[in-house]
Protein backbone atom coordinates (compact mmCIF):
# COMPACT_ATOMS: atom_id res chain seq x y z
CA UNK A 1 0.00 0.00 0.00
CA UNK A 2 1.93 3.63 -0.92
CA UNK A 3 1.49 6.33 1.16
CA UNK A 4 1.98 10.15 -0.06
CA UNK A 5 4.02 12.01 1.25
CA UNK A 6 3.99 15.28 2.91
CA UNK A 7 4.75 18.41 0.95
CA UNK A 8 6.25 21.61 1.72
CA UNK A 9 5.85 24.70 -0.17
CA UNK A 10 7.82 28.04 -0.22
CA UNK A 11 5.55 31.41 -1.68
CA UNK A 12 6.09 34.63 -2.39
CA UNK A 13 3.00 36.61 -2.38
CA UNK A 14 1.94 40.44 -2.22
CA UNK A 15 4.72 41.14 -0.01
CA UNK A 16 4.21 38.70 2.38
CA UNK A 17 6.81 35.50 3.12
CA UNK A 18 4.93 31.87 3.76
CA UNK A 19 5.72 28.61 4.55
CA UNK A 20 2.85 26.07 4.00
CA UNK A 21 2.89 22.26 4.32
CA UNK A 22 -0.01 19.89 3.34
CA UNK A 23 -0.19 16.47 3.09
CA UNK A 24 -2.63 14.06 1.64
CA UNK A 25 -5.46 12.94 4.14
CA UNK A 26 -6.11 9.34 5.19
CA UNK A 27 -8.89 8.03 6.61
CA UNK A 28 -8.05 4.81 8.64
CA UNK A 29 -10.17 2.81 6.94
CA UNK A 30 -10.15 3.82 3.83
CA UNK A 31 -6.57 2.91 1.76
CA UNK A 32 -5.68 2.86 -2.27
CA UNK A 33 -3.71 4.46 -4.94
CA UNK A 34 -4.28 6.55 -7.77
CA UNK A 35 -2.13 3.88 -10.26
CA UNK A 36 -2.17 5.56 -13.87
CA UNK A 37 -3.41 9.13 -15.19
CA UNK A 38 -2.07 9.19 -18.53
CA UNK A 39 -3.82 9.49 -22.20
CA UNK A 40 -5.61 6.78 -22.22
CA UNK A 41 -6.73 6.05 -18.92
CA UNK A 42 -7.04 6.99 -15.41
CA UNK A 43 -7.27 4.39 -12.66
CA UNK A 44 -5.97 3.08 -9.04
CA UNK A 45 -8.00 1.48 -6.38
CA UNK A 46 -9.91 2.14 -3.69
CA UNK A 47 -11.72 0.53 -0.45
CA UNK A 48 -12.98 0.66 2.82
CA UNK A 49 -11.08 -2.00 4.80
CA UNK A 50 -13.78 -2.24 7.05
CA UNK A 51 -16.12 -3.03 4.46
CA UNK A 52 -13.79 -5.47 2.32
CA UNK A 53 -17.68 -7.01 1.16
CA UNK A 54 -18.87 -3.98 -0.68
CA UNK A 55 -16.92 -1.37 -3.43
CA UNK A 56 -16.85 2.07 -3.01
CA UNK A 57 -16.96 5.21 -5.49
CA UNK A 58 -14.21 7.78 -6.01
CA UNK A 59 -14.47 10.77 -7.18
CA UNK A 60 -12.03 12.18 -10.15
CA UNK A 61 -10.97 16.04 -10.21
CA UNK A 62 -8.87 18.08 -12.69
CA UNK A 63 -7.24 20.25 -10.07
CA UNK A 64 -10.69 21.81 -8.13
CA UNK A 65 -12.79 20.97 -11.10
CA UNK A 66 -15.29 17.58 -10.73
CA UNK A 67 -14.71 15.48 -13.54
CA UNK A 68 -16.71 12.36 -12.78
CA UNK A 69 -17.76 9.69 -10.44
CA UNK A 70 -16.20 6.42 -10.81
CA UNK A 71 -16.98 2.80 -9.07
CA UNK A 72 -14.15 0.92 -7.52
CA UNK A 73 -15.51 -2.38 -8.44
CA UNK A 74 -13.57 -3.78 -10.69
CA UNK A 75 -11.28 -6.73 -10.88
CA UNK A 76 -7.41 -6.91 -10.56
CA UNK A 77 -5.44 -10.05 -9.46
CA UNK A 78 -3.55 -8.03 -6.28
CA UNK A 79 -6.39 -5.79 -5.12
CA UNK A 80 -9.58 -7.97 -5.66
CA UNK A 81 -13.03 -6.23 -7.09
CA UNK A 82 -11.45 -2.84 -5.79
CA UNK A 83 -10.13 -1.57 -9.20
CA UNK A 84 -11.49 1.69 -11.16
CA UNK A 85 -10.15 2.85 -14.30
CA UNK A 86 -11.95 5.22 -16.91
CA UNK A 87 -11.12 6.04 -20.27
CA UNK A 88 -9.21 9.34 -20.41
CA UNK A 89 -12.22 12.34 -21.18
CA UNK A 90 -12.28 14.11 -24.03
CA UNK A 91 -12.23 17.34 -22.17
CA UNK A 92 -8.91 16.47 -20.67
CA UNK A 93 -7.52 15.84 -24.38
CA UNK A 94 -6.89 19.89 -25.48
CA UNK A 95 -3.35 20.18 -25.47
CA UNK A 96 -3.45 21.73 -21.86
CA UNK A 97 -1.70 21.10 -18.76
CA UNK A 98 -4.32 19.27 -16.27
CA UNK A 99 -3.30 17.47 -12.65
CA UNK A 100 -5.50 14.77 -11.72
CA UNK A 101 -6.56 14.48 -7.88
CA UNK A 102 -9.02 11.34 -7.14
CA UNK A 103 -10.75 11.20 -3.52
CA UNK A 104 -12.55 8.76 -1.85
CA UNK A 105 -16.46 9.13 -2.74
CA UNK A 106 -18.30 11.83 -1.39
CA UNK A 107 -15.25 12.45 0.98
CA UNK A 108 -12.50 15.07 0.69
CA UNK A 109 -10.05 13.01 1.38
CA UNK A 110 -7.27 12.50 -1.08
CA UNK A 111 -6.60 8.92 -2.56
CA UNK A 112 -2.32 8.45 -2.39
CA UNK A 113 -0.40 9.69 -5.16
CA UNK A 114 -2.76 11.90 -6.47
CA UNK A 115 -2.00 15.34 -8.01
CA UNK A 116 -0.82 13.59 -11.27
CA UNK A 117 0.33 15.55 -14.28
CA UNK A 118 -1.90 15.23 -17.64
CA UNK A 119 -0.92 16.51 -20.82
CA UNK A 120 -2.94 15.26 -24.00
CA UNK A 121 -3.35 16.70 -27.77
CA UNK A 122 -7.25 15.61 -28.83
CA UNK A 123 -5.68 12.79 -30.82
CA UNK A 124 -3.63 11.50 -27.75
CA UNK A 125 -4.55 7.91 -26.96
CA UNK A 126 -1.01 7.31 -24.64
CA UNK A 127 1.11 4.83 -25.30
CA UNK A 128 0.36 1.53 -26.79
CA UNK A 129 1.30 -1.86 -25.99
CA UNK A 130 1.86 -3.76 -29.97
CA UNK A 131 0.84 -7.59 -28.12
CA UNK A 132 -0.91 -8.63 -24.47
CA UNK A 133 -1.56 -12.00 -23.50
CA UNK A 134 -3.16 -13.64 -20.38
CA UNK A 135 -1.94 -17.20 -21.21
CA UNK A 136 -5.43 -18.64 -20.85
CA UNK A 137 -3.22 -20.93 -23.91
CA UNK A 138 -0.41 -20.64 -25.56
CA UNK A 139 -0.68 -19.91 -29.19
CA UNK A 140 1.46 -20.96 -30.80
CA UNK A 141 1.34 -18.77 -33.91
CA UNK A 142 2.32 -15.69 -31.24
CA UNK A 143 4.90 -17.85 -29.33
CA UNK A 144 8.46 -19.76 -29.76
CA UNK A 145 7.70 -22.09 -26.73
CA UNK A 146 10.86 -23.94 -25.18
CA UNK A 147 11.00 -26.41 -21.84
CA UNK A 148 8.11 -27.66 -20.20
CA UNK A 149 4.59 -25.01 -19.30
CA UNK A 150 1.27 -24.90 -18.97
CA UNK A 151 -1.26 -22.32 -19.45
CA UNK A 152 -4.89 -21.92 -18.08
CA UNK A 153 -6.44 -20.32 -14.77
CA UNK A 154 -3.03 -19.42 -13.36
CA UNK A 155 -1.04 -17.74 -16.51
CA UNK A 156 1.58 -19.23 -17.92
CA UNK A 157 2.96 -21.77 -15.26
CA UNK A 158 5.57 -24.97 -14.77
CA UNK A 159 6.59 -26.60 -12.12
CA UNK A 160 9.78 -28.32 -13.81
CA UNK A 161 12.48 -27.62 -12.31
CA UNK A 162 14.29 -26.32 -15.78
CA UNK A 163 10.91 -24.73 -17.05
CA UNK A 164 10.13 -23.21 -19.98
CA UNK A 165 9.79 -20.24 -22.04
CA UNK A 166 8.26 -18.60 -24.58
CA UNK A 167 9.92 -16.21 -27.07
CA UNK A 168 7.32 -13.62 -29.21
CA UNK A 169 7.20 -14.16 -33.21
CA UNK A 170 5.83 -10.81 -33.09
CA UNK A 171 7.96 -8.17 -35.23
CA UNK A 172 8.72 -5.23 -33.62
CA UNK A 173 6.66 -1.92 -35.04
CA UNK A 174 9.20 -0.35 -35.69
CA UNK A 175 11.50 -2.64 -36.94
CA UNK A 176 14.36 -1.87 -34.10
CA UNK A 177 15.34 -3.88 -31.82
CA UNK A 178 14.06 -1.56 -29.23
CA UNK A 179 11.18 -2.68 -27.03
CA UNK A 180 9.75 -3.34 -23.22
CA UNK A 181 8.27 -6.49 -21.99
CA UNK A 182 6.11 -6.02 -19.07
CA UNK A 183 4.77 -9.85 -16.95
CA UNK A 184 1.96 -9.64 -14.16
CA UNK A 185 2.79 -11.85 -11.70
CA UNK A 186 0.00 -14.00 -9.62
CA UNK A 187 1.55 -15.33 -6.34
CA UNK A 188 0.22 -17.66 -3.41
CA UNK A 189 1.53 -18.26 -0.08
CA UNK A 190 3.24 -21.05 -1.07
CA UNK A 191 5.97 -18.15 -2.61
CA UNK A 192 8.57 -19.68 -4.59
CA UNK A 193 9.02 -20.16 -8.32
CA UNK A 194 10.96 -18.62 -10.80
CA UNK A 195 9.70 -16.03 -13.04
CA UNK A 196 11.90 -14.49 -15.77
CA UNK A 197 11.50 -11.77 -18.92
CA UNK A 198 13.47 -11.99 -22.16
CA UNK A 199 14.79 -9.24 -24.15
CA UNK A 200 16.89 -9.35 -27.60
CA UNK A 201 16.18 -13.49 -27.39
CA UNK A 202 16.52 -16.14 -29.64
CA UNK A 203 13.76 -18.44 -30.47
CA UNK A 204 15.15 -20.94 -28.25
CA UNK A 205 16.16 -19.02 -25.56
CA UNK A 206 15.43 -20.73 -22.16
CA UNK A 207 16.99 -19.72 -18.77
CA UNK A 208 17.36 -22.40 -15.78
CA UNK A 209 19.44 -24.62 -14.65
CA UNK A 210 19.84 -26.06 -18.27
CA UNK A 211 20.11 -22.98 -20.48
CA UNK A 212 20.29 -22.54 -24.05
CA UNK A 213 20.34 -19.90 -26.58
CA UNK A 214 20.64 -16.24 -26.24
CA UNK A 215 19.23 -12.82 -24.30
CA UNK A 216 19.35 -10.50 -22.08
CA UNK A 217 17.15 -12.17 -18.81
CA UNK A 218 16.06 -10.52 -15.16
CA UNK A 219 14.17 -13.21 -13.14
CA UNK A 220 12.43 -12.88 -9.84
CA UNK A 221 13.55 -15.37 -7.39
CA UNK A 222 11.58 -17.81 -5.20
CA UNK A 223 9.86 -14.95 -3.48
CA UNK A 224 9.13 -15.66 0.14
CA UNK A 225 5.15 -14.29 0.99
CA UNK A 226 3.08 -13.63 3.53
CA UNK A 227 -0.27 -15.60 4.07
CA UNK A 228 -2.27 -13.64 1.22
CA UNK A 229 0.74 -12.65 -0.88
CA UNK A 230 0.35 -9.37 -0.22
CA UNK A 231 3.83 -9.36 0.23
CA UNK A 232 6.47 -11.21 -0.83
CA UNK A 233 10.17 -10.24 -0.85
CA UNK A 234 12.74 -11.71 -3.61
CA UNK A 235 15.99 -11.71 -5.31
CA UNK A 236 16.51 -10.20 -8.20
CA UNK A 237 19.12 -11.25 -11.05
CA UNK A 238 19.56 -9.95 -14.89
CA UNK A 239 21.75 -11.89 -16.62
CA UNK A 240 22.57 -12.56 -19.69
CA UNK A 241 22.90 -16.29 -21.98
CA UNK A 242 25.21 -16.64 -24.72
CA UNK A 243 24.98 -20.03 -26.94
CA UNK A 244 23.22 -21.47 -23.65
CA UNK A 245 26.16 -19.87 -21.28
CA UNK A 246 25.07 -17.15 -18.41
CA UNK A 247 26.95 -15.16 -17.02
CA UNK A 248 25.77 -12.69 -14.15
CA UNK A 249 25.25 -8.68 -14.67
CA UNK A 250 23.53 -7.90 -11.43
CA UNK A 251 21.59 -8.85 -8.79
CA UNK A 252 19.38 -6.98 -6.36
CA UNK A 253 16.23 -7.88 -3.85
CA UNK A 254 13.06 -6.45 -3.62
CA UNK A 255 9.22 -6.17 -2.18
CA UNK A 256 6.91 -7.62 -4.00
CA UNK A 257 3.28 -8.83 -4.31
CA UNK A 258 0.46 -10.69 -5.95
CA UNK A 259 -0.28 -8.26 -8.90
CA UNK A 260 3.33 -7.22 -9.28
CA UNK A 261 5.04 -6.20 -12.42
CA UNK A 262 8.03 -6.79 -13.25
CA UNK A 263 9.60 -4.78 -16.54
CA UNK A 264 12.50 -5.05 -18.59
CA UNK A 265 13.68 -2.33 -21.59
CA UNK A 266 16.30 -2.14 -24.42
CA UNK A 267 16.42 1.04 -25.28
CA UNK A 268 18.86 3.61 -27.29
CA UNK A 269 22.50 3.49 -26.85
CA UNK A 270 22.30 -0.67 -25.93
CA UNK A 271 20.54 0.64 -22.09
CA UNK A 272 19.17 -2.15 -20.56
CA UNK A 273 16.64 -1.02 -17.58
CA UNK A 274 14.69 -3.13 -14.92
CA UNK A 275 11.88 -2.03 -13.13
CA UNK A 276 9.47 -3.90 -10.41
CA UNK A 277 5.95 -2.20 -9.62
CA UNK A 278 7.60 0.97 -11.57
CA UNK A 279 10.55 1.20 -9.08
CA UNK A 280 14.22 1.61 -11.07
CA UNK A 281 16.28 -1.65 -10.09
CA UNK A 282 18.40 -2.42 -12.42
CA UNK A 283 20.74 -0.45 -15.32
CA UNK A 284 23.28 -1.86 -17.47
CA UNK A 285 24.56 -1.32 -21.28
CA UNK A 286 25.33 -4.44 -23.37
CA UNK A 287 25.59 -4.68 -27.06
CA UNK A 288 27.33 -8.04 -26.80
CA UNK A 289 23.89 -9.93 -27.91
CA UNK A 290 22.27 -9.34 -31.41
CA UNK A 291 18.56 -8.44 -32.42
CA UNK A 292 16.21 -10.33 -31.00
CA UNK A 293 12.61 -10.88 -29.30
CA UNK A 294 11.38 -10.16 -25.91
CA UNK A 295 9.55 -13.10 -24.28
CA UNK A 296 8.87 -14.74 -20.69
CA UNK A 297 9.74 -17.70 -18.59
CA UNK A 298 8.58 -19.73 -15.36
CA UNK A 299 10.31 -22.64 -13.79
CA UNK A 300 9.86 -24.41 -10.25
CA UNK A 301 6.43 -22.80 -9.52
CA UNK A 302 4.19 -24.06 -6.62
CA UNK A 303 0.00 -24.95 -8.22
CA UNK A 304 -1.29 -21.03 -8.66
CA UNK A 305 1.39 -19.30 -9.05
CA UNK A 306 2.90 -17.90 -12.57
CA UNK A 307 2.81 -15.23 -15.16
CA UNK A 308 -0.75 -13.80 -15.71
CA UNK A 309 -0.26 -11.35 -18.18
CA UNK A 310 2.73 -10.02 -20.73
CA UNK A 311 2.24 -6.64 -22.79
CA UNK A 312 4.93 -6.43 -25.22
CA UNK A 313 5.58 -2.17 -26.07
CA UNK A 314 7.43 -0.51 -28.64
CA UNK A 315 10.48 1.90 -28.20
CA UNK A 316 8.98 5.26 -27.04
CA UNK A 317 12.33 7.76 -28.21
CA UNK A 318 10.59 10.91 -27.03
CA UNK A 319 11.86 12.78 -23.31
CA UNK A 320 8.94 13.83 -20.80
CA UNK A 321 8.16 18.03 -20.97
CA UNK A 322 10.90 19.43 -18.75
CA UNK A 323 10.37 21.12 -15.46
CA UNK A 324 10.03 24.77 -15.71
CA UNK A 325 12.87 26.53 -14.01
CA UNK A 326 10.21 29.15 -12.70
CA UNK A 327 8.46 26.21 -11.00
CA UNK A 328 10.37 24.92 -8.41
CA UNK A 329 10.36 26.71 -5.40
CA UNK A 330 12.95 26.37 -2.05
CA UNK A 331 13.63 26.54 1.49
CA UNK A 332 16.91 27.55 2.51
CA UNK A 333 18.26 26.99 6.09
CA UNK A 334 21.78 27.49 7.20
CA UNK A 335 23.42 24.12 6.11
CA UNK A 336 20.48 22.63 3.75
CA UNK A 337 17.92 23.41 1.14
CA UNK A 338 14.36 21.74 0.73
CA UNK A 339 13.05 21.69 -2.72
CA UNK A 340 9.19 20.75 -4.21
CA UNK A 341 8.31 21.58 -8.06
CA UNK A 342 5.38 20.37 -9.80
CA UNK A 343 5.07 16.97 -11.86
CA UNK A 344 5.39 16.75 -15.38
CA UNK A 345 3.60 14.39 -17.78
CA UNK A 346 5.18 12.56 -20.25
CA UNK A 347 5.40 13.04 -24.01
CA UNK A 348 1.22 12.51 -24.91
CA UNK A 349 2.11 9.04 -26.17
CA UNK A 350 4.75 8.34 -23.69
CA UNK A 351 5.01 5.15 -21.56
CA UNK A 352 5.31 7.83 -18.49
CA UNK A 353 7.15 9.69 -16.26
CA UNK A 354 9.31 6.97 -13.69
CA UNK A 355 11.70 9.39 -11.91
CA UNK A 356 13.53 12.46 -11.37
CA UNK A 357 17.40 12.84 -11.06
CA UNK A 358 19.03 15.98 -8.87
CA UNK A 359 22.35 16.76 -9.98
CA UNK A 360 24.81 18.63 -8.41
CA UNK A 361 27.61 20.21 -9.87
CA UNK A 362 27.70 17.99 -12.99
CA UNK A 363 27.38 15.06 -10.41
CA UNK A 364 23.84 12.88 -9.99
CA UNK A 365 23.22 13.02 -6.33
CA UNK A 366 19.64 11.24 -5.97
CA UNK A 367 17.18 9.32 -8.02
CA UNK A 368 13.52 10.08 -6.70
CA UNK A 369 10.20 8.86 -7.48
CA UNK A 370 8.68 11.84 -5.47
CA UNK A 371 8.65 15.85 -6.40
CA UNK A 372 10.40 16.67 -3.02
CA UNK A 373 14.12 16.83 -2.46
CA UNK A 374 16.26 17.95 0.57
CA UNK A 375 19.93 18.68 -0.24
CA UNK A 376 21.78 17.98 3.03
CA UNK A 377 25.80 19.00 3.76
CA UNK A 378 26.11 21.94 2.20
CA UNK A 379 29.06 24.48 2.96
CA UNK A 380 28.54 28.12 3.80
CA UNK A 381 30.27 30.35 1.23
CA UNK A 382 30.47 27.26 -1.90
CA UNK A 383 28.25 28.22 -5.02
CA UNK A 384 26.23 25.09 -6.40
CA UNK A 385 24.86 24.83 -9.68
CA UNK A 386 22.50 22.38 -9.94
CA UNK A 387 20.32 20.13 -12.62
CA UNK A 388 17.17 18.38 -12.68
CA UNK A 389 16.24 15.77 -14.87
CA UNK A 390 13.00 13.88 -15.64
CA UNK A 391 13.24 11.26 -17.28
CA UNK A 392 10.61 8.60 -18.23
CA UNK A 393 10.61 4.17 -18.31
CA UNK A 394 12.29 4.35 -21.81
CA UNK A 395 14.94 6.58 -20.30
CA UNK A 396 14.59 9.28 -22.07
CA UNK A 397 15.16 12.41 -19.97
CA UNK A 398 14.15 16.08 -19.99
CA UNK A 399 16.93 18.41 -18.18
CA UNK A 400 16.17 21.70 -16.04
CA UNK A 401 19.09 24.37 -15.11
CA UNK A 402 18.24 24.57 -11.09
CA UNK A 403 20.29 27.60 -10.20
CA UNK A 404 17.59 29.27 -12.58
CA UNK A 405 14.48 28.30 -10.90
CA UNK A 406 15.13 29.69 -7.19
CA UNK A 407 16.79 32.97 -8.34
CA UNK A 408 13.61 35.05 -8.31
CA UNK A 409 12.03 33.25 -5.15
CA UNK A 410 15.80 33.41 -3.44
CA UNK A 411 16.30 37.03 -4.33
CA UNK A 412 13.01 37.70 -2.83
CA UNK A 413 13.51 35.76 0.78
CA UNK A 414 17.35 37.42 0.93
CA UNK A 415 14.89 41.04 0.87
CA UNK A 416 12.28 40.21 3.39
CA UNK A 417 12.76 37.40 5.10
CA UNK A 418 15.54 38.96 7.52
CA UNK A 419 12.23 41.59 8.59
CA UNK A 420 9.85 38.66 9.41
CA UNK A 421 12.22 36.15 10.82
CA UNK A 422 15.18 37.80 12.11
CA UNK A 423 16.60 34.28 13.06
CA UNK A 424 16.11 32.83 9.63
CA UNK A 425 19.21 31.53 8.29
CA UNK A 426 19.24 32.81 4.42
CA UNK A 427 20.71 31.04 1.41
CA UNK A 428 20.81 33.01 -1.47
CA UNK A 429 20.93 31.49 -5.28
CA UNK A 430 22.07 33.51 -8.29
CA UNK A 431 21.64 33.12 -12.05
CA UNK A 432 25.40 31.74 -11.69
CA UNK A 433 24.94 29.48 -8.96
CA UNK A 434 23.40 28.35 -5.33
CA UNK A 435 25.38 29.92 -2.71
CA UNK A 436 25.07 28.75 0.86
CA UNK A 437 25.67 31.61 3.52
Known amino acids: MKTALPRFQFLALSGLLFCLTSATSRAQNYQGNLDAANCSIIGGWAEDANNLGSSINVDIYDGSTFVTTAPANQ ?6 YHAYTILTPS ?38 YYYSDNF ?34 AAIPDGTSMYEVKATLLLTS ?17 YGPAPSGS ?87 PSGEGISRVDLGPHDGTAPNAVSATSIATAPFK ?13 PNGIGVA ?5 RNGVGIANLLQTTFTDLGLSAGTVYNDGLY ?26 YAPKLCPSMPIRVLSTSGRVCR
Open 75 to 80: YRSDVG
Open 91 to 128: SLKNSQYHYIYVKYGGTNLLVPSSDQPLYCSSTSNGYQ
Open 136 to 169: SSIDPAAWSQNGTLSAGGSGLTSSATNGGSVISK
Open 190 to 206: AGGGYYSLFLEGTSNAL
Open 215 to 301: GYVMEVQSPNCNADASYCFAPLALSKIVNGSITSIGTSSFGIHTGSTIRLIYTSSNQIAGFVDNKFVFWAQDSSIGAGKPGVGVRGA
Open 335 to 347: DRVDMQWPGVPDD
Open 355 to 359: FYIFV
Open 390 to 415: VCDYHLNCATTAFNRACSMIANFVAQ
